[in-house]
Each structure stands twice: as structure tokens, then as C-alpha cells.
């Protein structure tokens, strides 16, 4: 079988559910939407054995749904899901940092060269790139590798509704002043203050989605 150039080998399955999440996350694969098994293993040029295998991991983090009888369907966007996911990044980033520690001069030159890209962009979804490279730039040097894959499944998790919030309003704000506040601190080696406001800029984000989510939900209860 011939199979889509954007798959890698040997490690199908894992390659597939990357390209499943930038389709989840870019839209290609709307929120609330069935998924199509044979045009999408079609599309991709992979037998539906690993496609089924990539969906159940989706199904595992909530980007996809399973209806018995009906098939696999991308989880839709709701307030209560999100609320949920956001509040976990303000508990685990902050522990996460206080795990790594003050990182070293030349991890924080890289945040400091990542977080100037980040200021300078006016792409909402090159900002959005650039903010998660950003935090796990901070965190690589975590000790818990456990931790930190909490922490990269919940970027993606919150990112589907990021790229929505920028598809629709195109208003994604730029938390790059607080992250100089971070550095600042870890320069200071106040370790403390650092966590301080890593949690705080964990929590930033959450009001602009989730106004605009309750904002959606209102408007389809009046459909």
C-alpha cells in the first residue's frame, strides 16, 4: 500500500494521529463532524486498521468521540470541557518549574530569542506556535517526563479551541510581557516569584475563549 506523504514510518499510528490533531486543530476536520473512515484512510493511503488505532488515542484526550453504532465523531467545542482543561495548566507548569529549577544561562537565552519572535509576530497562529515552544523551551529540563507529557497533551487539548477563537475573531492576544516577567525572575534566581507568575500566566487565557464559548452556547440555545 502506498501511504500519504505526510506519514512517516515506521511509526504509523503515532504519525497519524499527528496528522489527525493538525486537522482537528486547523479546522480540516470540524468540530462536531463524523469522521468519514474510508475517504480519510483514502486521503491518507493507510488501511483503517491503523486509522482506528489513531482515533482511539484521540478518543483517550477528548478530541474525538465514539457513538456505538454510528462511529467516531471530533468532540465538539463546549465551556465546561474547557474550563476543565484550562484549569490543570496552572497547577502543572508552576510545579514543572519548580521541578527544573533556575534553567541555565544559555536555556534562558533561548527563551529570551523565542519570546522577541513571539513579540514581534502578528500571525495569531505563529503566536500560538511561538507561546508553546516558549513554555516548553522553560520546562525541558523537568526531571518528570511524565509531568511534562501532562503538559504537552493539554496543549493540545486547549489549542483546538485557540485556533477556533483566532479562525472566528482573529484576536489572540500576545502574553509575551509575561513571560519577560518569568525570565526576569529566573535571571534573579528567585525561583518562587518565577512559579508565581508562570501560574499567573497560565490563567490569562482563559477569559477571551471562554467569553466567546458561552457566547456560541447562548447563541445555538436560540436556534
Known sequence: MQYGPALDRPNISESVVGVLTRKIVDGSLPSGERVNEVHLAKELGISRTPLREALGHLVAEGAISIVPRYGYYVAPLTLEEFTQIYQIRPILDPEALRMTGIPPAETLARLDKINKQMSAARNPEKIIDLDDRWHLELLAGCPNRILVGL????????????????????????ASHEHDEITDALKAGDLKKACRALRQNMSSGFKPVAEWLAEREKADLKK
Not at 485557540?162 to 484576536?171: D, G, Q, S, V, Y
Open 151 to 174: 503538559i504537552e497533551q493539554n496543549i493540545r487539548q486547549t489549542r483546538r479551541y485557540e485556533m477556533a477563537l483566532m479562525r472566528e475573531r482573529r484576536n489572540v492576544s500576545n
